[in-house]
């Protein structure tokens, strides 16, 4: 709980200091908005990066913990159909030919 009280003492300050602040009626260049989207946007991915790596790692631990295998397969057997009207079929062509 102390440090929620800190982060909401941090947050109060700067919300305070901003509420205070004299309007500076300044331009925001072209460039310059271009500079915080690629900021945000790398923002975003590195979180993305993060949270990626971190998910990995739980199901790594929870695999390791349980004996679960969670990329395992199961895999079906072969299933082998035998035909018996083809074998009589090749013998009545086996004796045409002779």
Known sequence: MKAYKIIFTI???????QMMAINAYAYIDVSAT????????GIVVAVGAVI????????????????????????????????????????DITEQVK
């Open 52 to 91: 990626g790596v971190v998910i990995s790692k739980v199901k790594k631990k929870a695999k390791d913990k349980f004996g679960i295998d969670l990329d395992h397969k199961e895999q079906e057997d072969d299933v082998v159909v035998y035909d018996d009207s083809s074998d009589e079929k090749k013998d």
């Open 11 to 17: 947050v109060a300050m700067v919300m305070f200091a």
């Open 34 to 41: 271009s500079y915080i989207i690629q900021i945000v946007a």
